[in-house]
Structures are given as C-alpha cells and as structure tokens.
C-alpha cells in the first residue's frame, strides 16, 4: 500500500488500515458525530498520512456538497488574517475540504456578498469577521439553519459558534502595562468601531484609563479601520498637534508598525520618544526595530478551532458555542520605563 501513489489511494485503502467500514470513514471525514472519537482521529490521521483527498465532485453530487468552505475576512494584507486562514485551511484539508476566500475590506456590501454566497449555497458554510452592522441579516441566515461560524466575538442574539480572543481584558492588559512603566499621556489609536474587536480593544483601554484615573484625551482616541497607513496617519497628525503622549496603543500590530513610520519620519524615537505597543503578536512584531511589545493571540488556533465548528456542525444543528482563547503579553523593546526617572 505504501508504494501507491496519492492519487490512487482509496477511500477502501483508508477503510482498510483503519480496520472499518467505507461508511464508518466517510461519516468521520464528513464530520459525523456517530463516530467514536478514537476511530475518527484514527481515521484522519491515516487520511493526513496518506495524503488522501476524497473526490470532492463525487462526493459532492452524491451529497448535495460543494465540500467548499468560506472565508470572509476583512483584510487579506493583514499577516494576522492569513495566519487565520492558514489555521482554517489546515483543518478543512484534512476533512477533504477547499476554502474559497473572500476579502470584505469592512465594506458592508460587501460583507452582504458573503452571507449571500452562504444563502445561495455555493458553500457549504462560511468562517467570517463581520461587523455589528450586519448583526440582523447574520441571525437571519442562521435561524434558517445555514452554517455560519463567526470570528472575532459573538453577535448579539445570533445563536451560532464563535471563536475570539478577550478583546476587553487583552487592551485592559496592555494598557495597564504602560501604566505600570508609568506612562499618563496615553493614546489609542483604535480598530474598526463597526467590528466588536476594535469596540471591545477601545472599552479595555479606556476602562484601564479609568480605573487608574488617568483622563483620555478625546483628540489621542482615534478610530481607523484597522489600516495600517491610517494609523501612520493618525500618528502625524498627533505629531503635528505638538501635544504629544509619551505611549500610544495601537488596537493592531500592523498598525503599531504604521505609526513606527510616522514616528521615524518626524525625527522621533522609538521608545525614548514614543512608547508603542500593539496587539496580536503577527509574525513581524519581532522583527521591527524596536521589537514590538504587544499581546498574543492565538491565531492559527483560532482559524482551525473556527473551521472544526464548522465542520462538525454540519452534523448537527449550529447552536451558539463560544471558544475565548486567552492572549499574553509578550514585553519586547517598544517600551520605555518611565516609572524609573525623568523621560529622556
Ligand atoms: N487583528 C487585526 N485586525 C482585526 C482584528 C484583529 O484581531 N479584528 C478585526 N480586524
């Protein structure tokens, strides 16, 4: 068996090494729930192995299935989001899936599409960031059983999966932590206001702000659409203002990085400066100088615990199951102790 090559392996083959039925390794690999959990992980292993791809057009025709998932993200630059997705494709992949990815950019149409291309089934269920904006079309989808898993915070009243992260105690967190170096003048340069992340992220830091009494300054809390040259733009025009904070929180590591440019292009200084810190720990917050001090999220685990409710909720009807993965922070050198004498 070990010498046949991929494409000739064989439902039967993987039938056959796992000692079941075709049928027992169909409904595991379809995501059945009337399988022992030690046999389908059994089952999958050997499909992964075997590098086995169940005919998706057979199987589909046979099944009313595209065997296609979505993905609606908002932003295919962001490194944060194909971390996302390569979470989401890893799992699908194994169940004999293919992910189709849509990129909505925050435009509410085009976030509509997305619900559409679920309605009209041209896939079999969809992964998706979506803005409280289309909260009421979402439910609707869902109350007539269409498989919808939801990133980055559940909607209000829409019982289906989601998987996030703890957007109010992670900004909470990071903010408290440039308290702690003894930063006062802090400004946030925040998310997409229509999304729960960037609303929870704006929440944890003001609530942060509060709890220390610290004043927020209305002119240092500025919203963007979690762009990256919106935050380099936002951070000039703090620049330009001549009243300056000595920390800024941007409500994503991509945007930290946008305001690193308008920091450096002003003849400024990271961190004696401007403190920054961001949030999700992407793959080059490590790699910019100063290495950037943010919050941890899980990211690929998020993508592939999304694509396994979705998955496994094919089986049974879709009810709201909510996954938090929890952040950490991770301290590099964005930061500077102000705690521990005059600013430089
Ligand atoms: N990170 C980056 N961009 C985002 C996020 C996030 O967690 N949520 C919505 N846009």
């Given at each position: ?6 494409q ?11 000692g079941?039925?075709t049928?027992t390794?169909?409904?595991?690999l379809?995501?059945r ?15 992964k192995?075997?590098?086995f791809?169940p ?14 998932i979505?993905v609606a993200?908002?932003?295919?630059r962001?490194s944060y989001?194909a971390e996302?997705?390569?979470?989401v494709d ?14 909505t ?10 619900l ?29 059983g269409y ?8 909607l ?6 989601s ?15 440039l ?17 729960n ?7 944890g ?18 919203p ?9 733009s936002?951070?000039?025009r703090?620049i ?8 800024v ?5 991509t ?11 002003a ?13 999700d720990?992407?793959?080059?917050a490590s ?6 001090t943010?919050?941890r ?14 998955l496994?909720?094919f ?8 996954t ?7 301290a ?5 102790d ?7």
């Amino acid at each position: 068996m070990e010498t046949k090559k991929d494409q000739q392996f064989t439902i039967r083959d993987v039938a056959k090494l796992a000692g079941v039925s075709t049928a027992t390794v169909s409904r595991a690999l379809n995501g059945r729930e009337d399988v022992n959990a030690r046999t389908r992980q059994k089952i999958l292993k050997i499909a992964k192995d075997y590098n086995f791809r169940p005919n998706a057009a057979g199987r589909g025709l046979s099944m009313r299935k595209t065997f296609t998932i979505g993905v609606a993200i908002p932003d295919l630059r962001s490194s944060y989001f194909a971390e996302v997705i390569l979470g989401v494709d890893e799992v699908a992949g194994e169940r004999g899936y293919s992910t189709v990815i849509y990129n909505t950019g925050y435009i509410e149409d085009r976030e509509r599409e997305a619900l559409r291309m679920v309605r009209d089934r041209r896939m079999d269920g969809m992964i998706m960031l979506l803005s409280n904006r289309l909260t009421d079309e979402c439910r609707a989808l869902v109350d007539m059983g269409y498989n919808v898993v939801l990133l980055g915070n559940a909607l209000e009243n829409v019982d289906c999966p989601s998987v996030a992260c703890n957007n109010f105690a992670s900004a909470y967190v990071i903010v408290e932590y440039l308290i702690k170096n003894g930063h006062t003048r802090i400004a946030h340069i925040g998310g997409n206001r229509d999304t729960n992340t960037g609303m929870l992220r704006m929440q944890g830091f003001m609530k942060a702000m509060e709890n220390y009494g610290i004043p927020v300054n209305p002119a240092w809390n500025l919203p963007t659409r979690y762009f990256k040259d919106e935050a380099y733009s936002m951070m000039k025009r703090i620049i330009a203002s001549g009243d300056l904070p000595t920390a800024v929180y941007a409500a994503a590591d991509t945007m930290a990085i946008g305001c690193y440019k308008a920091i450096y292009e002003a003849g400024l200084r990271i961190p004696d400066d401007f403190s920054i810190v961001g949030h999700d720990d992407i793959d080059i917050a490590s790699l910019v100088y100063p290495p950037l001090t943010t919050m941890r999220q899980q990211t690929r685990e998020m993508g592939k615990t999304a694509a396994r409710k979705l998955l496994d909720g094919f089986s049974t009807r879709p009810r709201k199951d909510i996954t938090i993965l929890p952040t950490s922070l991770v301290a590099r050198q964005s930061v500077k102790d102000l705690s521990r004498g005059a600013k430089g």
